[in-house]
């Protein structure tokens, strides 16, 4: 079964666009965990504009109170600067279960691109053995969208074996579009061959990115064995209408009927 890690990332964005405390991140993540919510997730940036390295180190006391999953995505080759220790000194501090490596810039509003695994990857194997000598599971950020499937960064997703990755994120918005759209079997068709290459490699296969209750069911169906989904800007957005425990459940029940 799927396992759902909320991200919190937008609660700390609707607290900082006010000051102070309000609305408290370690809270929402409590509740989202007492729904049933398998785990937490945060993308810190460099200019902390929504999650800063203080909720980094709540939420990891938090989830490890809870003995639950803690995952910290965010780009390691992201220089330290004030406010922002940087990934690895992240990671170092509060050992989350899963790093999820993400190729984002700092002017990126979100991330939009998996890693291009073509080159010399001898930067990103050494970050992945250090984090990996923490203890931490260590996902990779990949394409699987359509376009992407024919990509050389796409057939190169077993590369992300070679680094010493323990898992891949399926970068899931172009799934997301083009199911708004109508139409989602080639992203489907896409997603599920990058997936399968990554198994066939013994690669773990995590989710994420504008997955909803809307389409979360129809992508787990068509896309084998998905470990992980990571959902955060949808599921907030939802619970301003219906509450956060009410979407948390909202989201297993969807997760529980795509295996039914």
């Known amino acids: 079964m799927t396992l759902l890690s909320v991200n919190v990332n937008k609660i700390a964005v ?46 990891s006391e938090l989830t490890r109170a809870r003995g639950v999953e803690f995952n910290i995505e965010g780009n390691p080759f992201a220089p ?9 000194a992240l990671c170092e501090a509060t050992r989350p279960a899963q790093a999820t490596l993400v190729p984002d810039s700092d002017a990126q509003i979100t991330s939009d691109h998996g890693f291009d695994f073509g080159g010399d990857l001898g930067r990103l194997r050494e970050l992945v053995a250090a984090l990996r000598s923490l203890g931490c599971r260590v996902s990779l950020f990949v394409d699987a969208d359509a376009d992407a499937a024919a990509l050389p960064s796409a057939r ?35 997603a599920s061959t990058v997936a399968r290459r990554a198994q066939a490699v013994g690669l773990g296969v995590n989710a994420g990115h504008d997955l909803s209750q ?17 959902i955060g800007h949808a599921l ?7 509450g956060l425990r009410a979407t948390v459940d909202g989201y297993l029940r969807v997760i529980r009927s795509a295996y039914e």
């Open 14 to 59: 609707l607290r900082n666009s006010r000051g102070g405390s309000e609305p408290s991140v370690v809270r929402a993540a409590a509740t989202c965990l007492d729904a049933g919510a398998a785990g937490i997730t945060v993308h810190p940036r460099p200019d902390a504009r929504h999650i800063t390295a203080d909720d980094v180190y709540s939420l």
């Open 80 to 88: 330290p600067r004030a406010g922002y220790p940087g990934f690895l």
């Open 156 to 190: 190169g997703v077993e590369r992300a074996a070679d680094v010493g990755a323990d898992r891949v994120e399926l970068y899931t918005g172009p799934y997301a579009e083009a199911f708004a759209h109508g139409d989602a079997r080639a992203a489907i068709a896409a």
């Open 214 to 230: 809307a389409n979360l069911a129809s992508f787990l169906r068509g896309v084998p064995d998905v470990l992980e989904v990571s």
């Open 236 to 242: 907030i957005s939802e619970a301003l209408y219906d």
